[in-house]
């Protein structure tokens, strides 16, 4: 679905990503892991072409999409869990939920979604301001699958979340893999991301340096600590 070749990002006259290469099957749940500051977030926003400067290939189900504006590339169905949420704290929850607009067909219905996270359901007339932190991230997840995006991309969806509330992202990451999606999640718990995804590439001074199947989590242990200083 996705192939990232030769990959390379500037913030301003920072030269961040040097030539960053992965690809993502349909249906597959895939992680950047690394240490803080190796460019796991900045791939991200290249992807969608918010960087200073980008180079490189980025494929979309074969179609070129590097160098097109952010808004026609959310069109071919990439939708971004961002890691600062993004919930407009005056708009009630239902209102968050609605306010992206449908770029492709095959979209989840709002009911649909309030299935996924019946907690949001209960909320739908809480404004922003009054979500919890757990709740906060489940809108920002839900509000992408009524686009229609096949493709999301989650950044540090579990971060400063209680265990319970992980445990809850974690089942319904599951549970859209089953229905389908496409999920690329960059995520420091890596006991989280061992538990949802199918491979890990780690990423070292801005480039993927290693990929890890996740069935050999436990043979390449040593490995993976190394790399991230764990």
């Given at each position: 679905m996705l192939s990232v070749r030769d990959l390379t990002g500037y913030y301003g006259e920072s030269h961040i990503l040097h030539g960053v290469e992965f690809q993502i099957a349909e249906g597959e749940v895939v992680t950047l892991i690394g240490?803080?500051?190796?460019g796991k977030t900045t791939t991200l926003r290249a992807i969608l072409g918010l960087l200073d400067r980008q180079e490189?290939?980025?494929?979309?189900?074969?179609?070129e999409i590097l160098g097109l504006r952010t808004d026609r590339i959310a069109r071919k169905g990439i939708g971004y869990v961002p890691e600062d949420r993004g919930i407009f704290a005056s708009l009630t929850v239902e209102e968050n939920l609605l306010l992206p607009p449908v770029v492709k067909p095959g979209g989840l219905t709002t009911e649909e979604v309030y299935g996924l996270f019946p907690r949001l359901k209960e909320r739908r007339k809480s404004q922003g301001t009054k979500l919890s932190g757990g709740e906060q991230q489940m809108l920002s997840i839900a509000r992408i699958l009524r686009t229609g995006a096949r493709l999301l991309l989650m950044d540090e969806p579990t971060e400063g979340l209680a265990p319970v509330i992980v445990q809850q992202i974690g089942s319904i990451i599951a549970e859209l893999k089953r229905k389908g999606f496409t999920i690329?999640?960059?995520?420091?718990?890596?006991?989280?991301?061992?538990?949802?995804?199918?491979?890990?590439?780690?990423?070292?001074?801005?480039?993927?340096?290693?990929?890890?199947?996740?069935?050999?989590?436990?043979?390449?242990?040593?490995?993976?600590?190394?790399?991230?200083?764990?």
């Open positions: 240490r803080n500051g190796v490189g290939s980025i494929r979309l189900q074969g179609e690329l999640l960059v995520e420091q718990n890596f006991h989280f991301a061992s538990g949802v995804a199918d491979r890990h590439y780690v990423m070292e001074d801005g480039k993927v340096v290693d990929m890890i199947p996740n069935d050999r989590l436990e043979a390449e242990r040593e490995k993976l600590q190394q790399y991230l200083g764990v």
